[in-house]
């Protein structure tokens, strides 16, 4: 092979080798290039995934906020009066949608967004029920007021009514009490087995065979004319009343207590200061001791005096 030959066929080789090195160079530079796009890729992929779940778990947050804001004002308005059946429908869908969202892990950002214009949505309406609030409020202010007023006149009507009973029972206790009767000039006669009487309030047993009980009943221009039962009760030296239903003695009733009595009459209460006087008999001799006689009209006592047996 001459000269000249064997250089071409060196610069043939020298011009192959130094083309498969660009080549090399070139796929080298290419499969760096794809795999820059492809990490670029990647990443702008998860950037996108994580921007999405946080969009995701701000949107459920923002739906749990409006749902429990949603409670309190279902709470205030009910405690108002007001009407919350649609309120608890929207709540219930509300927590439909949390649930959705819940479990929605890999969502595209169009579906998220309709989530987030929901939110926009439930805000606006919590911002009615504000007002709707507001409103309740002022109606059940104005409501308390009319009541208080009401309160106050019924009250105060209260007041004048029980003045008027507590002056109208006063007045009736003083007409009671000032038409009760009373026994004046009151005294005890002791009539013998011969009719002697007697009137110094100190006897002898054998002085006393019948006492006679004498007395008028006081001016009372208060007292209705009307009839009444005067009650009498003598009292022996240990503290009972003399009785016997043979003589017509029996018993009353005064502050709800039984009290028997010795003797009774009805007469009829005519206000001319009428004298009244009984007869007893008692049938057997008397005890020694201080006795005391005691009167009565209406249930209540009249007049009293004592006399003793020595």
């Known amino acids: 092979m001459s000269e000249e030959s064997k250089n071409s066929a060196y610069n043939d080789l020298e011009k192959e080798n130094k083309s498969s090195k660009r080549n090399i160079i070139i796929i080298a530079f290419l499969v760096i290039i794809v795999a820059i796009i492809g990490i670029k890729f990647y990443l702008d992929s998860v950037k996108e995934n994580e921007e999405l779940q946080q969009n995701l778990e701000q949107t459920y947050g923002e739906l749990d906020s409006i749902s429990s804001q949603l409670d309190m004002k279902i709470a205030e308005i009910e405690n108002l009066g007001g009407d919350i059946t649609e309120l608890q429908l929207i709540r219930k869908n509300l927590e439909s ?46 409501l308390l007021s009319e009541n208080t007023n009401l309160k106050t006149e019924k009250n105060q009507l209260n007041d004048s009514i029980s003045r008027l009973k507590n002056n109208r029972e006063e007045l009736e206790d003083k007409v009671a009490m000032a038409s009760r009767l009373k026994a004046e000039n009151i005294k005890i006669i002791a009539i013998n087995s011969r009719g002697r009487e007697r009137d110094d309030k100190e006897y002898k047993p054998r002085h006393i065979e019948k006492l006679k009980i004498q007395f008028n009943l006081a001016e009372n221009n208060v007292a209705q004319p009307e009839g009444k039962d005067i009650i009498l009760r003598i009292i022996n030296p240990i503290g009972n009343a003399l009785f016997d239903v043979a003589t017509g003695s029996g018993s009353f009733m005064i502050d709800g207590k039984e009290m028997f009595y010795t003797a009774k009459q009805e007469i009829l209460f005519d206000n001319t200061q009428q004298e009244l006087s009984f007869v007893y008999d008692r049938g057997e001799e008397y005890e020694e001791g201080v006795y005391q006689l005691e009167l009565y009209a209406d249930n209540y006592l009249i007049g009293k005096e004592k006399f003793s047996v020595n």
Do not use: H, P
Not at 124 to 139: G, H, V
């Open 97 to 142: 949608e949390k649930e959705e969202l819940k479990k929605s892990n890999n969502w595209a950002a169009n579906q998220i967004q309709r989530y987030k214009d929901k939110v926009s949505g439930y805000e606006e309406l919590l911002n009615l029920q504000d007002e709707k609030i507001k409103k309740l409020e002022a109606i059940n202010k104005e």
